[in-house]
């Protein structure tokens, strides 16, 4: 068992784990992760899930996954019927993931899973499968676990914020460029509509700079700092940001998008990736019917911060919702990218 424990008794109650986290094609980082046996709450209690403490979750959840398809655990920690049935759950779902996946069933006997760190990486788990030693499947796998009891049978996508997140500087989606919009037409009435705005004035930056640094998740320039704190609870700042994407939707044309470019970006994001969701007490396996990534060549406008792109043969829609990542006018603008089922 590659792990170390902090007792050698048979019953113990905390043990640390050396994760190999892949950070890219050349790189694995080892990473040492302290797993106690009351941590397995982290897919249980709904009421700990807040927001500052939601990316803390989130590595637990991933970390115990890994080390329990890694067979990692130690056998004590299974006497806790909330570690049997994750375990078990787990099984079951990536069992299924497996089956779907191949035509000829040679079944596995065994698998092993690989954790995936940074943001170049569009999922959290590559699943390899063997049949006596031999390498006979891989599967990208995507982790999402949910505060609601049950998932929505009809559209069990649609319980995701997001499939694809991509940035809005990037002119591949949309050929203009909402950046620079905002930069030439509303920065400054942001600006204006805070009292105390000497120092932002004095702070802003030239156009080249500020497009060079709002693209970030994070900017170490003390003008975005300054404009967080001027803005925060001020209801006529973020009506400004609101009106910049409603126009910037509004003036765009049809030949603005490129729909071939947006359902290729989507097939190397989605077609050989599979969402392993976790509500209800319960994993649920769920990917994207390869009919939603062929896309129609026309698009709509809703709720003045989303563009709605159909399928071709109309059973589902894509909806890009331009809004920012890091706090509202302050940094990262990007399209959040999820897909509803339509009725017909």
């Not at 000829?104 to 940074?118: C, E, P, Q, T, W």
């Not at 006979?136 to 694809?164: D, R, T």
């Not at 709605?308 to 919702?321: A, E």
């Amino acid at each position: 068992m590659n792990c170390n424990y902090y007792s050698q008794e048979k019953h113990i109650t905390k043990m640390t784990i050396i994760l190999n986290l892949v950070c890219n094609s050349s790189l694995v980082k080892l990473n040492i992760c302290c797993v106690e046996l009351n941590d397995i709450n982290v897919f249980y209690d709904k009421n700990s899930q807040t927001k500052s403490n939601n990316a803390k979750n989130n590595r637990m959840r991933e970390n115990i996954i890994y080390a329990l398809i890694n067979q990692l655990i130690h056998d004590s920690y299974f006497e806790d019927k909330r570690w049997t049935d994750i375990k078990s759950g787990l099984q079951t779902v990536l069992h299924s993931c497996f089956l779907n996946s191949r035509k000829k069933h040679d079944m596995y006997d065994d698998m092993k899973v690989k954790l995936f760190g940074g943001r170049q990486y569009s999922f959290d788990f590559q699943v390899d499968y063997y049949r006596k030693g031999e390498l006979i499947l891989s599967k990208y796998l995507e982790f999402k676990y949910l505060k609601k009891k049950l998932m929505p049978k009809n559209n069990p996508l649609s319980c995701l914020a997001q499939l694809v997140d991509y940035p809005a500087h990037k002119k591949d989606i949309i050929k203009t460029n909402y950046n620079e919009h905002f930069y030439d037409k509303y920065l400054d009435q942001c600006i204006d509509c805070i009292k105390k705005n000497e120092t932002l004035k004095n702070l802003k930056l030239n156009k080249e700079d500020y497009l060079k640094h709002v693209k970030n998740h994070e900017s170490v320039h003390p003008f975005f700092k300054e404009l967080k704190e001027q803005s925060k609870g001020l209801s006529s700042f973020i009506n400004i940001v609101k009106i910049s994407i409603s126009n910037f939707l509004e003036s765009m044309q049809n030949h603005d998008i490129d729909y071939d470019f947006l359902s290729e970006m989507l097939n190397a994001k989605l077609a050989n990736k599979t969402f392993i969701i976790y509500a209800g007490n319960e994993f649920h396996l769920v990917e994207v019917p390869e009919r939603y990534l062929e896309l129609d060549n026309k698009y709509a406008i809703k709720n003045k911060n989303t563009i709605v792109i159909k399928s071709k043969d109309g059973t589902g829609s894509w909806n890009l919702r331009l809004r920012w990542k890091n706090t509202t006018g302050i940094l990262l603008p990007a399209l959040q990218i999820k897909l509803h089922f339509n009725n017909k």
